[in-house]
Structure formats: C-alpha cells, structure tokens
C-alpha cells in the first residue's frame, strides 16, 4: 500500500470513530438499562437469557438499540450475589431482573427499595416475605413463581406411579438456600403419608455432589428427588451423571435434565418464565409500577421421560403413565 493511501486510511477511520463515538455516547445516555441477577452461570442459562430478550423485545426493548443490559453472575456462589446488586444499584439501572430464586431476590431487595424488581423462583414469594400478597404485591417487588413447593407432591406421585415398590425417597437440596428447605419439608411431609422413608442428600458448593451421593448404596434408596436450585442447573450434567452412576431412577424439575439425560422431570416452561419476566421489565420501563403488576403463577406443567436412560436402569413406563407424558425421548 503506497504512503498516500495508507494516510487517507487512517484519516477515514478516524473521521468515522469520532463519529460513531458520540453516537453511542449519545445512545447509551439515554437508553434505559436493565439489570439481570442470577446465581449461576450464563453458559447454562442462554436459552432462559434468550426468551427473557425476547420478553422485552415484545414490549419494544430491543438489547442494544432501545434498551441495554448489564448482567451479573454468582457462578454458582450464592454469597457473591449482595455485591452483585449493590454493583448494579450503583449503576443506577432502571429495573433488576433478580432471577433464579429466592437468594437474587433477596440480595436485590436488601440492595434497594427504590428500584423495581422483577423475580423469577420456584418459592412462593409471600411465604418468603418478598410480596405482600400474589395480586397486590406492593412496594418494589414482583414477578413470576413456579410455586414448586406445590408441585413436589406431584413428583413424589410420579415416582410412585413408575416405582410401586418404593420404600425409601432420597431428596438431594441446596442446604444454604430456604427455598430448597421449604422443597424437602413438603417431599418429607408427602413421603410420609405413602409410608415412605426420606433420606436427605445435602449440598452446599460445587464440591459437595460426589459425598452427597455416597451415602446412596448403603441408605438403599428407591428414588431420587432433585430439588429446584439455580446451583444445580449449573451442575445439571454432573447430577444426572451420579444418578446413573448409581443407577437411581430421579425426577427433577426442568426438561434440560431430560435432555441431559435424566430418567423423569416434571415443572413449569422455565423459558415461558424467562419470558414473562422480560415482559414485566418491559412494562415497568413503559410506566407501570411493580406495586401494581400481580405475581404471575406458572399454569401449565409438562411431564418428560427418557426412555433410553429408562433402558439402562431397567425401567419401563407404563402405558398410562406414557399416555400423560408431554414429551417422550426416545
């Protein structure tokens, strides 16, 4: 490239950055900024990411045109996330997107009681203190729950339609987060009235799965339990690995264990969640307050089986139970 040319290259880059940088000076002081709260990680959570975006697109945010968004993750440690939404009140966001459970929802709302917040859980919120009821939350806090301590009944009856010889129930939980304790005294509760022992396996980091399990062989436990935690969606692989390893039939609560390869799950479209947690953001954004937006329950929950890990653990689904399933993976 001959010396003239060159300089008029440079010249040219240079006329465009100074003016694509007020630009977007310019677009980012005025677009409104989303923050987005979760415990674990953004390489298993990208489909939930993807429907949230979604959610605001429908209500006219699009990321990185109409609307920015700074995300924080725990990596799966709980006791990073306070910080995390100092930080983003610091920043001074619009609306937090506290997603994942109870722990976000809690380390948001010691952060602040100004900003809105949207939650995403599996808790019921009033129980928890979040909200004042499910149709008048009042104060900062709203959002969508799976309600998942209602449904654990319905995976234990799950379990003893597939296992009618079952005696022993293992529960595997979160034991730092409530939501998780609440999930264990319902499944102990309901265990309890098919005469059914519980043993619970307790976690509290990524370290614990493999000494969670051990116990297994000698408890002599017909089932598994998996209850819903954001650290285990982090582990997702390594928890539906150990229940094959010690060949326990499990049921957990999202399809992606399914997926993963897990026996059984039964729970709410955790996208369809997502999804209207970016709607709720986009509406607050347009004018309404969270006071005024009712917690939304999740209504329609799918049942999953895999019949190749049934193959494996010798398992086979009845008819009926087969008949019911939302999704068979063959």
Do not use: C
């Not at 694509?20 to 980012?28: E, N």
């Not at 945010?61 to 990596?75: D, H, M, N, Q, T």
């Not at 930080?87 to 609306?95: G, I, T």
Request: glycine share 8%; charged share 20%; proline share 5%.
């Amino acid at each position: 490239m001959k010396r003239r040319e060159f300089i008029t290259l440079l010249g040219s880059a240079g006329v465009a950055s100074s003016l694509l940088w007020p630009l977007a000076a310019g677009a980012q002081a005025t677009m409104p900024v989303v923050g987005f709260l979760n415990g674990a990680s953004p390489s298993e959570l990208e489909p939930r990411v993807a429907a949230f975006r979604a959610g605001l697109a429908e209500k006219g945010y699009v990321e990185g045109r109409s609307v920015a968004i700074e995300y924080r993750w725990g990596l799966g440690h709980y006791e990073r996330l306070p910080e995390l939404a100092a930080d983003l009140v610091r920043q001074r966001v619009a609306v937090i997107a506290a997603t994942g459970g109870v722990p976000s929802v809690r380390a948001a709302t010691t952060a602040t009681s100004a900003i809105p917040i949207v939650f995403t859980m599996g808790a019921d919120p009033v129980v928890f203190g979040l909200v004042s009821s499910l149709n008048r939350p009042g104060g900062n806090v709203t959002g969508i729950t799976l309600m998942s301590g209602e449904i654990v009944s319905k995976r234990i009856a799950l379990l003893r339609d597939l296992l009618p010889n079952a005696k022993k129930l293992a529960v595997l939980m979160n034991a730092t987060t409530p939501a998780s304790s609440a999930e264990v005294a319902v499944a102990e509760r309901v265990a309890h009235t098919l005469g059914w022992q519980v043993k619970v396996l307790k976690v509290s980091s990524e370290l614990d799965f493999e000494a969670a399990f051990q116990p297994l062989p000698r408890e002599r436990a017909d089932a598994l339990l998996v209850t819903t935690d954001p650290i285990f969606e982090s582990q997702r692989d390594r928890i539906v690995a150990l229940a094959a390893s010690h060949t326990i039939p499990a049921i957990y609560a999202s399809r992606e264990y399914a997926l993963a390869g897990g026996l059984m799950t039964y729970g709410a479209s955790i996208t369809y969640v997502y999804r209207q947690a970016g709607m709720y953001v986009g509406r607050i954004l347009n004018g309404e307050t969270a006071a005024d937006l009712p917690v939304m329950q999740a209504s329609k929950f799918d049942l999953v089986v895999n019949l190749k890990t049934a193959k494996m653990l010798g398992i086979q689904f009845s008819p009926a139970l087969l008949a019911v399933a939302d999704e068979v993976i063959e």
